[in-house]
């Protein structure tokens, strides 16, 4: 029960790193992609540095979850950061949500519910993990994050195409999610020597390896807040994370599932879970018509109706 609650709350700050920054970003002008001179103006922006504090605090949870539960079992309850977002940006963005948003929310519930009964995932030992393996998963990981990028950098080139941006911020979404995907693995594979102490985690090259992804996803995830709308990069960021996180915690440490026909219930699950995710993305409280101007612009249309 400790391991849901915390990955839940784990959920709960990422979510609000989302909206933070890209309420930030929303004020650095013109759409696309962020250079490193570029994220300069955010390092002074309060709004940024709270999202930025969000995201470490995210990230402290996470790694509490991990140390008692499956990578399995914690990544997938993250995947409630896209309606806890839609929640917050009901409140910064001056929106509501409806019967459609609150149906998501449900159907992403019992579909994670299903998912998680019928796969029962646990065991699993990232000590065990031979440095062959290690090397490998790592390199397969950068790969679809590094393809995913390059994809997004041709989107934005496209010229006037005015679906270039929602493009390329869905691109560097799941290139980030991808490789919060992998910090989340790499974290693992430092506190699974907490049972040798705190210098053990300490001295693991997985904590410094998840460092040093976990800053390069943050400047990927700037790049999809600034690239397009939250509508275009949220669903990648979502789905990207959590799904890399199952496959290492099944394929590289060896965490038991049920299978025969629990795997085909979970599928359904995980099928529910994406669908929810999809129709719930569109949700236009995720769109840049309903920033905190929307109320005044509306206001001022009326008086002019009127006059």
Request: some cysteine.
């Amino acid at each position: 029960m400790l391991t849901y609650a915390l990955a839940l709350l784990a959920a709960c700050a990422n979510a609000a790193a989302s909206v933070l920054q890209r309420k930030a970003n929303r004020g650095l002008g013109e759409h696309g992609s962020l250079s490193v001179a570029r994220v300069a103006p955010l390092l002074r922006d309060p709004v940024w540095i709270s999202g930025f504090l969000a995201v470490i605090a995210g990230f402290v949870l996470q790694a509490a979850a991990l140390t008692v539960g499956a990578l399995a079992v914690v990544e997938p309850v993250l995947v409630f950061e896209l309606p806890l977002a839609l929640l917050l940006a009901s409140r910064v963005f001056h929106g509501r949500l409806h019967r459609r948003e609150w149906a998501c929310v449900l159907g992403m519930t019992a579909g994670l519910a299903v998912m998680l009964y019928f796969l029962a995932p646990g065991g699993g030992d990232a000590n065990r993990v031979s440095p062959y393996v290690w090397l490998t998963a790592v390199l397969l990981t950068l790969a679809v994050a590094g393809g995913t990028v390059a994809w997004g950098r041709r989107a934005e080139s496209a010229g006037d195409d005015p679906a270039a941006g929602s493009r390329a911020a869905a691109a560097f979404g799941v290139a980030a999610g991808s490789l919060f995907g992998l910090a989340a693995a790499l974290m693992k594979g430092a506190m699974s020597r907490y049972a040798d102490g705190f210098t053990a985690i300490l001295t693991a090259w997985q904590l410094y390896a998840m460092a040093v992804t976990g800053l390069v996803a943050m400047f990927l995830l700037q790049s999809a807040m600034h690239a397009g709308r939250l509508l275009a990069a949220q669903p990648g960021l979502t789905l990207s994370d959590p799904l890399l996180s199952v496959l290492w915690g099944v394929l590289v440490f060896g965490e038991d599932v049920r299978g025969g026909w629990n795997t085909a219930f979970a599928l359904l699950g995980a099928a529910l879970i994406v669908a929810s995710v999809l129709v719930l993305a569109r949700s236009p409280l995720l769109t840049v018509e309903t920033d905190e101007t929307a109320p005044r612009a509306r206001a001022e249309d009326a008086t002019a109706r009127r006059s």
